[in-house]
């Protein structure tokens, strides 16, 4: 169920010679409204962040440098997304557990989220995730 909700955003990519520019707003291309914009730097090259999922939040993962891979898993299955277009994003759904890693040095992830911050949405720790998951079926 969680993979068939997964996919890549396509945001506009308008060419100029000066430089592309790229953009997204609330009620386009996105199935939420923006709460809150984080992004995640000065990662050291091929390492990873620390997985997790979220009960409510959805997110928008985008690279806007470099390139990054998401792995996404629904308790059985894992698949990774390679992240290196500005102008593309990934869709994540609540209640998927995810990690980023591979990060190539100086990338820069930019994650649009559904919801303000909130500590008890996340889960921290995979087996809980499972049982969570299993719980809820």
Request: proline share 6%.
């Amino acid at each position: 169920m969680v993979f068939e909700q997964v996919h890549y955003v396509e945001l506009p990519k308008i060419c100029d010679p000066r430089g592309n520019l790229s953009f997204i707003e609330n009620g386009a291309r996105l199935p939420f409204d923006i709460e809150r914009v984080y992004w995640v730097y000065d990662v050291p090259g091929g390492r990873k962040r620390h997985g997790h999922a979220f009960r409510k939040q959805q997110e928008l993962i985008i690279p806007l440098s470099g390139s990054f891979d998401v792995v996404l898993s629904d308790g059985k299955e894992e698949r990774r997304y390679r992240m290196d277009r500005p102008n593309c994003g990934l869709y994540v759904p609540c209640m998927t557990w995810r990690e980023i890693d591979n990060f190539a040095t100086n990338s820069v992830a930019l994650i649009l989220s559904s919801t303000p911050y909130d500590s008890a949405d996340y889960i921290e720790v995979f087996e809980e995730y499972v049982k969570e998951l299993n719980n809820e079926r």
